[in-house]
């Protein structure tokens, strides 16, 4: 088990951008997948982002492709997602995750979680 803790999140106006941070505990982070989720007010959480532990292999919905970036620093043991060009429907809190199922995307296989961090884009 991998204990989380993330940073970053806060009140952008629309088109700026934020950094969030999550760092891991332990010296087994290098062993896991990354991922990050969202859930808006009244709304399922939903799939953002993630990146293999093997292969370094990222995904990213739809949604944000091209304006999000997905990284991690295993000496750190940290791993980041760089928001840029955010959009009001950005707005939810953020959480990451770790997984040790390759190339998974889905919230049930990832095994540790953090807080959350609340992201709120004003237009």
């Known amino acids: 088990q991998v204990q989380l803790a993330e940073s970053g999140g806060g009140l952008v106006q629309a088109g700026g951008s934020l950094r969030l941070a999550c760092v891991a505990s332990?010296?087994?982070?290098?062993?896991?997948?990354v991922g990050w989720f969202r859930q808006a007010p009244g709304k399922e959480r939903e799939f953002v982002a993630a990146?293999?532990?093997?292969?370094?292999?990222?995904y990213y919905r739809d949604s944000v492709k091209g304006r999000f970036t997905i990284s991690r620093d295993n000496f750190k043991n940290t791993a980041y997602l760089q928001m840029d060009s955010l959009k009001p429907e950005d707005t939810a809190v953020y959480y990451c995750?770790?997984?040790?199922?390759?190339?998974?995307?889905?919230?049930?296989?990832?095994?540790?979680w953090g807080q959350g961090t609340q992201v709120t884009v004003s237009s």
């Open positions: 990146v293999n532990r093997i292969s370094g292999t990222t």
């Open positions: 332990g010296r087994t982070f290098r062993n896991y997948g």
């Open positions: 995750a770790v997984t040790m199922t390759i190339g998974t995307i889905l919230s049930r296989d990832f095994d540790s």
